[in-house]
């Protein structure tokens, strides 16, 4: 049996990760990243940065990428539930413009795979979540970009109950008309 399980999205380069999850009467173990595993299901970039994120309830962040040194992120969530949002900026791409969401949670112990050349958000559905994701380069400061999270043009389904907490950086996120773009 595998030790993962990959299922395809609406964006052919994204997709869920389901590992195989071993649970008995102390509680369950699994493989959260394994690199024969993931290159296996088509993961081949090596991580170089693991980073941890920590918000409260209609937290929104994003939607971030990096113009130059554009990073491939595995995201998963060890407690709470977020809605992941990944984003196609590449302008070469037939789903150049076109989004995917997905639920991520403690409980399901999904992991989505988003690969550069993509903005990446989520929106915090739990009172708390803390969020994983490795990355394929280094954090650049100098080359991140904000994507507006409410672009009319997207039209992301956030599944909004409240109006979203949001940062003054994330505030001032261009539309995807006026955002710069990946090749």
Known sequence: MSAIVKTETSLPEVFILEPRIFRDERGFFFESYNQ??????????????????????????????????????????????????????????????????VRLSAANKRMLWIPAGFAHGFLVLSSTADVLYKATDYYAPEHERTLAWNDLQLKIDWQLENTPIVSAKDQRGLSLQNAETFE
């Open 36 to 101: 024969h595993s993931m290159a296996a299901v088509g993961i081949t970039e090596p991580f170089v940065q693991d980073n941890h994120s920590y918000s409260s309830q209609n937290v929104l962040r994003g939607l971030h990428y990096q113009i130059r040194q554009p990073q491939g992120k595995l995201v998963r969530v060890v407690e709470g539930e977020i809605m992941d949002v990944a984003v196609d900026l590449r302008r070469t791409s037939p789903n150049f413009g076109c989004w995917e969401a």
